[in-house]
């Protein structure tokens, strides 16, 4: 089992930044490939973005290229989302999600990720 906790979450206002970190816990952290997913009021969760286990290879959806960038300190179990520009529309609970390096095969599908944290809301003020 692996346990994760979101952190970091808040209110902020349009244009500002946060950064959300995931603590992971329960086996070896570098044999997962990390995620953030979120999921807004009334919508589907969707793909935010993904790490290898190395952090060497990355992933985003489309819309936050530029604007999101995740990272992992294997050291210390975590990954980060730094989150810049924000807009009313990142409103959501944004979710850390965990899955077998070894397994993956498809960075942004949420069925491939095997452990997920209760997520943190974020909020964006206009």
């Known amino acids: 089992q692996v346990q994760l906790v979101e952190s970091g979450g808040g209110l902020v206002q349009a244009g500002g930044s946060l950064r959300l970190s995931c603590s992971a816990s329960g086996r070896t952290f570098s044999d997962y490939a990390m995620a953030w997913f979120r999921q807004a009021p009334g919508q589907e969760r969707e793909f935010v973005a993904a790490?290898?286990?190395?952090?060497?290879?990355?992933y985003y959806a489309d819309s936050q290229k530029g604007r999101f960038t995740i990272s992992r300190d294997n050291a210390k179990n975590t990954v980060y989302l730094e989150m810049n520009d924000l807009k009313p529309e990142h409103t959501a609970v944004y979710y850390c999600?965990?899955?077998?390096?070894?397994?993956?095969?498809?960075?942004?599908?949420?069925?491939?990720?095997?452990?997920w944290g209760p997520g943190t809301q974020v909020t964006v003020s206009s």
């Open positions: 999600a965990a899955a077998l390096e070894s397994k993956m095969l498809d960075y942004g599908l949420g069925s491939a990720y095997a452990y």
């Open positions: 790490i290898s286990w190395s952090g060497y290879r990355t």
